[in-house]
């Protein structure tokens, strides 16, 4: 028996003045930073005063929402066109910078020497700008700091374009595990017992690992640590505290998780893992957005009879002295097999995932690239409820 999964009603998710939250999540390719400014506009213009959090380096959302750029400060974006003019929403934009943000931590809890020595000290610059998981931690405190400012009632998140989507769940303890970890805390050890009478304290096996450390990594990368770990250790339980509050944030009821996806079988493959991860985590997911489906006005023609009659106009030409008749029907054929295997995947998804809303948005003719591509997105929404 075909599965018909119930319809995502994205509209009422927004409109139900309960969700503060809304996290786009899948794979990379799929539209999911389109999809997020859509649900944000669409939110800002049924009277939701909306931020949308981007992370996807691409930098696709500044064009599409007529700003020159965007950067670590939400810009207000114009054109907003309120369903309800008396009770006008608004709509804005930022793209994470994660080093202005672990900066802005930095700054904002410790003294100025103390701040002045971190920012300058050069593993910190490393760690700040490269370290695997600092982009994602420092999306989870940009939406606590986002939510904490209390200036919106709705926060809409894109999340980094690949299966490590995710990754922003398990970074804020993999990070806190890191910069708490033994292994720092070991190497730190004799800056904090001081010289030489210090160091009678340790025993033989610590020489051997700080040397052998030093050889790996270098005496003066071993020194840069110890001194950013001696300048950050009183603000360790800060980054454990936010990452819980952040965590709790995301599976609290105000929060909805959108799993976007392209009707292709590794974009939904990815979805299912994302699926199964969020229930995994009891996370509140609201539901799967299907994007970029395609349909044909002429789906009663089906691609073996349109390859047949195809194949009848190339035996007779006297009838298509152009031949444009038989391309036209080989390409619908195309189409209408493309729009099966669709089908099937979406099927098949949904029968394994039989629970879960599915809203479908169909291909857009162009890229999307202004507010009238965003808002054209945003009316499939409505459609689906």
């Known amino acids: 028996?075909?599965?018909?999964?119930?319809?995502?009603a994205v509209d009422q998710l927004i409109d139900d003045r309960r969700t503060r939250i809304i996290v786009c999540c899948g794979s990379g390719g799929v539209g999911k930073t389109t999809i997020a400014a859509s649900v944000g506009l669409r939110a800002a213009e049924r009277g939701r005063h909306v931020?949308?959090?981007?992370?996807?380096?691409?930098?696709?959302?500044?064009?599409?929402?007529?700003?020159?750029?965007?950067?670590?400060?939400?810009?207000q974006v114009s054109g907003i066109q309120p369903d309800d003019p008396?009770?006008?929403?608004?709509?804005?934009?930022?793209?994470?910078?994660?080093?202005?943000?672990?900066?802005?931590?930095?700054e904002a809890h410790a003294d100025p020497d103390r701040a002045a020595q971190i920012l300058a000290n050069p593993f910190y610059q490393s760690l700040s700008s490269s370290f695997a998981g600092t982009q994602e931690y420092m999306a989870m405190e940009k939406l606590g700091q986002l939510r904490r400012a209390d200036e919106w009632d709705l926060i809409v998140v894109d999340t980094p374009p690949s299966r490590s989507a995710l990754d922003f769940l398990d970074a804020p303890q993999r990070l806190s595990r890191?910069?708490?970890?033994?292994?720092?805390?070991?190497?730190?050890?004799?800056?904090?017992?001081?010289?030489?009478?210090?160091?009678?304290?340790?025993?033989?096996?610590?020489?051997?690992?700080?040397?052998?450390?030093?050889?790996?990594?270098?005496?003066?990368?071993?020194?840069?640590?110890?001194?950013?770990?001696s300048a950050m250790d009183?603000?360790?339980?800060?980054?454990?505290?936010?990452?819980?509050?952040?965590?709790r944030l995301l599976r609290a009821p105000g929060t909805a998780f959108l799993v976007i996806a392209a009707p292709e079988h590794d974009a939904l493959r990815e979805?299912?893992?994302?699926?199964?991860?969020?229930?995994?985590?009891?996370?509140?997911?609201?539901?799967?957005?299907?994007?970029?489906?395609?349909?044909?006005?002429?789906d009663r023609l089906s691609a073996a009879r349109s390859l047949a009659a195809a194949e009848s106009l190339q035996g007779s030409r006297g009838g298509d002295p152009t031949?444009?008749?038989?391309?036209?029907?080989?390409?619908?054929?195309?189409?209408?097999?493309?729009?099966?295997?669709?089908?099937?995947?979406?099927?098949?998804?949904?029968?394994?995932?039989?629970?879960?809303?599915?809203?479908?948005?169909?291909?857009?003719?162009?890229?999307?690239?202004?507010?009238?591509?965003?808002?054209?997105?945003?009316?499939?929404f409505g459609a689906n409820s």
Request: aromatic content about 6%; proline content about 5%.
């Open 271 to 298: 979805a299912s893992y994302f699926v199964e991860r969020l229930e995994q985590d009891e996370m509140p997911l609201a539901g799967l957005i299907l994007n970029r489906v395609h349909e044909s006005p002429a």
């Open 51 to 75: 931020v949308v959090l981007t992370v996807d380096p691409a930098r696709r959302l500044a064009q599409s929402m007529g700003l020159t750029s965007l950067d670590n400060t939400p810009r």
């Open 323 to 380: 031949g444009l008749g038989e391309v036209a029907l080989r390409l619908h054929a195309e189409r209408m097999r493309r729009i099966g295997s669709e089908q099937r995947l979406a099927q098949r998804f949904t029968t394994a995932h039989p629970l879960v809303p599915v809203a479908t948005i169909l291909a857009q003719p162009d890229d999307v690239h202004d507010l009238a591509g965003l808002r054209a997105i945003g009316s499939a």
């Open 178 to 229: 890191f910069l708490d970890g033994r292994l720092l805390r070991l190497l730190v050890a004799p800056a904090k017992f001081g010289g030489r009478t210090g160091l009678k304290m340790f025993n033989v096996g610590f020489g051997m690992v700080t040397g052998v450390v030093t050889k790996i990594i270098g005496g003066q990368l071993l020194r840069d640590v110890q001194t950013f770990v």
């Open 234 to 247: 009183t603000m360790f339980g800060g980054f454990r505290e936010r990452a819980e509050y952040t965590y």
């Open 86 to 106: 008396d009770a006008p929403g608004s709509m804005h934009a930022m793209m994470l910078d994660m080093k202005r943000t672990f900066d802005e931590i930095v």
């Open 1 to 8: 028996m075909t599965a018909h999964p119930t319809p995502l």
